[in-house]
């Protein structure tokens, strides 16, 4: 099964406020994660990424916290605008473990209303 | 500029007739992996390559194949394409394993009829 999951897979939230995407993971081995944005009909793009030795990073209008204890991963997107409707998809990776691509979670659809 | 680009972007193929994608990349990274993209659910990896190094994914079907003629182009072979594998399929690169971003095409769709 899948080692990466979402809670929601919709967030509904208003123009301008801030939203918040959580994302569960069971590997403990994970080193480094991940959150893409796919808008309908593209492919993934790269929003931020944190590293396991960190609890937070922070980017422009996003903050990434990981929480190893919980192995959860949460996005935070502040002032939200009608460009941020998309999935948003979380996404481990474990440097130790050898040659493996990326493995994402379920994907959180966040629906921007004006 | 497109770093990683996919040929086409929509694809129609008949029922059992072999079908092949494209990627090719601009970065120069050693590692391409090829992901399939069902509707409504997250990217599954199919496999990757290392340079020329292979790696297949241990639940990829046999009917989906790859080859990577060189560190720009890498393909993905459908032998027999089922109604099953109408799917969106991404291309995506990164420099090594591990700590780095990947770096996705636009995606292919396919369709098969």
């Known amino acids: 099964g899948e080692s990466v999951g979402l809670h929601l897979p919709t967030l509904s939230v208003q123009e301008g406020d801030n939203s918040i995407i959580n994302c569960a993971y069971s590997n403990s081995a994970s080193d480094y994660f991940i959150w893409y944005k796919q808008e309908s009909g593209k492919g993934p793009q790269f929003i931020i990424d944190?590293?396991?030795?960190?609890d937070k990073r922070q980017g422009q209008r996003v903050t990434v916290l990981l929480n190893k204890t919980v192995k959860h991963l949460s996005l935070q997107i502040a002032a939200t605008q009608p460009g941020d409707s998309a999935v948003y998809f979380c996404a481990e990776n474990n440097s130790g473990g050898g040659a493996d691509g990326l493995t994402f979670g379920k994907g959180t659809h966040l629906i921007i209303q004006p | 500029d497109a770093m990683v680009i996919q040929n086409p972007r929509y694809q129609v193929t008949q029922f059992g007739k072999p079908v092949t994608l494209s990627c090719s990349q601009t970065l120069n990274h050693n590692v391409m992996y090829w992901y399939q993209q069902k509707s409504s659910q997250a990217p599954k990896l199919l496999f990757h390559?290392?340079?020329?190094?292979?790696?297949n994914e241990a639940d990829t079907p046999d009917n989906f194949q790859s080859r990577r003629p060189n560190t720009s182009f890498c393909f993905l072979d459908i032998r027999s394409p089922g109604l099953g594998d109408a799917a969106m399929y991404l291309c995506?690169?990164?420099?090594?394993?591990?700590?780095?971003?990947?770096?996705f095409g636009q995606g292919t769709r396919l369709t098969v009829v």
């Open positions: 944190i590293r396991s030795n960190m």
């Open positions: 995506a690169t990164s420099r090594d394993f591990g700590l780095l971003e990947a770096f």
């Open positions: 390559y290392y340079d020329k190094d292979f790696n």
